[in-house]
Nanobody, 121 residues
Framework: VQLQASGGGLVQAGGSLRLSCVSR???????MGWFRRAPGKEREVLAV????????YYADSVKGRFTVSRDNAKNTVYLQMNSLKPEDTAVYYC????????????????WGQGTQVTVSS
């Protein structure tokens, strides 16, 4: 599974962005996750979505602001980010896992290349 993340950019605090992650192969059998790594910090999980999209998980840091979704027909997973804060500045990654509800980065089998999100104050 080869993943391509896009949609990052520069946005003012309080603004929104939608990240996309496209797979070149069908990925309906994979749980998909979004992570980020801020400068000087460890990579953290943000959101996870099940094969069908019925089950999701959010980290407390983004709960209520970010929404993960997927369109298996388009082999695409999305991360809608609202009410962005300067502390959301990071490189954002999508990843695919064969595990059920994986919340740790080592549980993921495939990774996208990352897309930079910068939130100005």
């Amino acid at each position: 599974v080869q993943l391509q993340a896009s949609g990052g950019g520069l946005v003012q605090a309080g603004g929104s962005l939608r990240l996309s992650c496209v797979s070149r192969r069908a990925f309906s059998r994979y749980f998909m996750g979004w992570f980020r790594r801020a400068p000087g910090k460890e990579r953290e999980v943000l959101a996870v979505i099940s094969w069908s999209g019925e089950s999701t998980y959010y980290a407390d840091s983004v709960k209520g602001r970010f929404t993960v979704s997927r369109d298996n027909a388009k082999n695409t997973v999305y991360l809608q980010m609202n009410s962005l804060k300067p502390e959301d500045t990071a490189v954002y990654y999508c990843a695919a896992s064969v595990k059920i509800l994986p919340k740790k980065d080592y549980e993921y089998n495939y990774w996208g290349q990352g897309t930079q999100v910068t939130v100005s104050s």
